[in-house]
């Protein structure tokens, strides 16, 4: 089935992401469908990196780069100083991780939404502190390695439950929020599209695999964003005028398949993939009881 | 013929400064509120909800996101404003460094306070004087007429195209934040020939995309870019000498040079002050002198750029020179006595002494003055606490 998604491509050749990097389709499908008329920012991140060193930029459309924190306060800056130059037709986005988001930066994500700029926040989740090498984040799941929770002998592997930044900005009642990821791209596609004609603040969380931080082979970053979805691992679902719709998978896989083709949850055992299995079966649970009320 | 003043009123600093931003047509606004700043951001809260100044007003979660989102208002092409204090401007600190980095011309005004712990509002600099290496000039302010003409005055150098750089200016705790005096509004029409409209070169771009603040490696040009920071800083000495006395013509104004010589032609001694506790210091320098003793004052106006070359010219035959410091370092002696002494380094003979006053507002009294030009003509080296410890 061809893809129907825009041709037009804002980002380019040349940029220094890894071979198979979920974040980089991520930018790219994000920009087909907000079109030449937007400014993103970036915190520090692999986005920091990926579109090349000065002056060069891999990307058609100005980025402004940030410090950590401040993706949320940098968006409201950009969106008011546009608008006060009659800019309002301009998208402004953040293009920020799940460390930059879930944690550094929540309070200005948050304060960003609350105060209703018209903005889209893209959080593209890699689950760790991908570009200073693997570190757990709030985002990081229950189960997995890395180097700050690196299993040893005391099986010291992430001990709590990802932080789901999109279930906060529901919360926040936040006037459209989304989970979407790169195996999907029609649905992505379509979710920034309609995140782009609604006026206030919007969020988008694209779960974006990372080959070398879930040591994965590289061609199988489409398959893995796939089975996260499949597995009930990443559900996809859309928060729009207070009401939620959650996107039932056309098949199910078991969440052995996602877990055993990345190293990162290679050490865990039957019992304890038992336990996170019964976890993500009770937040399925969860999120049809919320989309029914 | 519009007069070039509007009028004259009685306002606290505070006003001073929200009155300042308004004549400087600020098109977004984005603070988080702080004691004693606090009235900065009322004022001008009241004015856009008023209609009587056109602009964004953001109102932040804090003071790193304050900052974080001026910067990104100001790229995007509109001036842009912000005001903190004390812990709020130690919050901002990293994006401190990214506003001068990325050429950001804005202006803050700050309201010099102390630094906890122990909680306390009242004034002091070592907030600001922390600040020295962030690549921001900085205005201390000795009166609210200043404070005002500061904001109005550090746009016009912020946004130079050889400078870019942003600017505080500052003002004491209450003293100067809330204490009332007259104050000269410049006429709109002046201020507004005067300053213009923001014209950035670097700014978000949609036709020719680029990077803002991406990556830069060893060999790419980043210490060439730091660099450029410091020459347009060094370089700016001329440019304000000559926007200083500009505006002067332009308003009928009176602000000082980097520095204000008071009473040093013939001084043997002298103090050098910045911001409002120079007016006591001015005080004592009157009273010492009726009582024969030759004494005068170096007042700062500007601290960066340093004007070193402007306190070696005045402190040629000076017998003694003490430098007064309104705040605190730990394991040397204070930023201003080294800017100081290295400016003086080979070129100057004169014994060069320290004193550390007024922390957490503590009271900086005329006998307190009375004993550092006593201690000046008595003694020389080391560094001296005043009024501490005392009963």
């Avoid at chain 1, 709590?160 to 979407?180: E, G, H, R, W």
């Avoid at chain 2, 911001?275 to 004592?284: L, V």
């Avoid at chain 2, 503590?362 to 550092?372: C, F, G, L, W």
């Amino acid at each position: 089935m061809p893809l129907t998604f825009p041709k037009e491509e804002y980002m380019q050749k040349g940029h220094s992401a890894c071979a198979g990097c979920g974040a980089t389709l991520s930018m790219r499908y994000v920009l087909k469908a907000l079109g030449p008329k937007s400014v993103v920012s970036v915190p520090a991140s692999c986005w920091a990196v990926i579109p090349g060193e000065f002056p060069y930029t891999s990307l058609n459309i100005p980025m402004l780069y940030t410090t950590f924190a401040s993706s949320g306060a940098s968006i409201s800056g950009l969106r008011e100083g546009l608008d006060s130059q009659g800019k309002e037709d301009y998208n402004v986005v953040a293009f920020a991780g799940d460390g930059g988001t879930a944690d550094i930066g929540l309070q200005g994500l948050s304060a960003a939404m609350e105060r209703g700029h018209n903005v889209l926040y893209v959080m593209y989740d890699n689950e760790a502190y991908m570009n200073t090498g693997i570190q757990r984040s709030g985002s990081t799941p229950y189960g997995a390695w890395t180097t700050t929770t690196p299993v040893g002998i005391k099986r010291d592997y992430k001990k709590s439950n990802k932080k789901f930044v999109a279930d906060l900005m529901i919360a926040q009642n936040v006037p459209y929020v989304a989970t979407a990821t790169i195996g999907f791209p029609e649905d992505l596609e379509r979710k920034v599209a309609t995140a782009k004609l609604i006026k206030g603040p919007k969020f988008i969380q694209i779960l974006s695999p990372c080959p070398p931080g879930w040591y994965y082979n590289s061609s199988d970053t489409i398959k893995i964003s796939r089975l996260a979805v499949e597995a009930n691992v990443f559900p996809l679902y859309e928060y729009r005028n207070g009401k939620l719709t959650v996107y039932k998978p056309a098949k199910t896989v078991p969440l052995r398949d996602y877990l055993s083709l990345q190293g990162r949850f290679g050490h865990l055992n039957d019992v304890e993939i038992g336990e996170i299995e019964r976890a993500l079966e009770e937040r399925w649970q969860y999120l049809l009881r919320r989309e029914k009320d | 013929m519009e007069s070039i003043q509007a009028s004259r009123r009685i306002m606290t600093g505070n006003e001073a400064v929200a009155t300042g931003v308004k004549l400087s047509r600020v098109k977004v606004i984005s603070a988080y509120p702080i004691t004693p700043q606090t009235t900065i951001v009322e004022e001008l809260a009241e004015m856009v909800a008023n209609g009587e100044l056109d602009s964004k007003f953001i109102e932040v979660e804090s003071e790193h996101s304050a900052l974080a989102s001026v910067i990104a208002s100001e790229l995007s092409g509109a001036r842009s404003f912000t005001a903190s204090s004390s812990h709020g401007i130690l919050y901002m600190h990293e994006n401190l460094h990214w506003a001068s980095g990325m050429r950001a011309p804005l202006v803050m005004s700050v309201v010099n306070r102390a630094i906890g712990p122990p909680w306390n509002i009242w004034s002091e600099q070592t907030d600001t004087f922390n600040q020295r290496d962030t690549g921001w000039l900085q205005i201390y302010c000795e009166s609210n007429q200043e404070a005002m003409d500061s904001v109005l005055l550090g746009y016009k150098i912020a946004e130079n195209k050889s400078i870019l750089l942003p600017v505080m200016n500052m003002l004491d705790a209450f003293t100067l934040s809330h204490t009332s005096e007259p104050v000269e509004i410049r006429s709109e029409r002046t201020a507004y020939d005067y300053l213009g409209d923001l014209d950035l070169d670097f700014k978000l771009d949609f036709k020719n995309p680029g990077g803002y603040g991406s990556l830069l490696g060893p060999d790419g040009p980043f210490m060439e870019m730091k660099k450029d920071m410091r020459d347009s800083m060094y370089n700016s000495i001329k440019l304000i000498k000559r926007e200083i006395s500009n505006f002067n013509d332009q308003f009928e104004a009176n602000l000082p040079g980097l520095t204000e010589n008071f009473m040093m032609e013939d001084a043997d001694y002298a103090l050098i002050t910045t911001g409002a506790i120079s007016s006591t210091a001015k005080y004592t320098v009157r009273k010492l002198r009726a009582q024969g003793l030759k004494t005068g004052l170096i007042r700062l106006f500007f601290y960066r750029p340093f004007p070193g070359d402007d306190i070696l010219k005045a402190v040629r035959g000076l017998k003694g020179l003490g430098v007064v410091e309104r705040n605190v370092s730990y394991g040397q002696r204070g930023p201003t006595y080294e800017d100081v002494v290295s400016s003086l380094y080979g070129k100057a003979d004169v014994p060069v002494r320290n004193y550390v006053v007024g922390l957490g507002g503590r009271d900086i009294r005329v006998k307190d003055y009375e004993k550092m030009f006593e201690n000046l003509v008595e003694t020389d080296g080391g560094m001296e606490w005043i009024n501490v410890g005392v009963t």
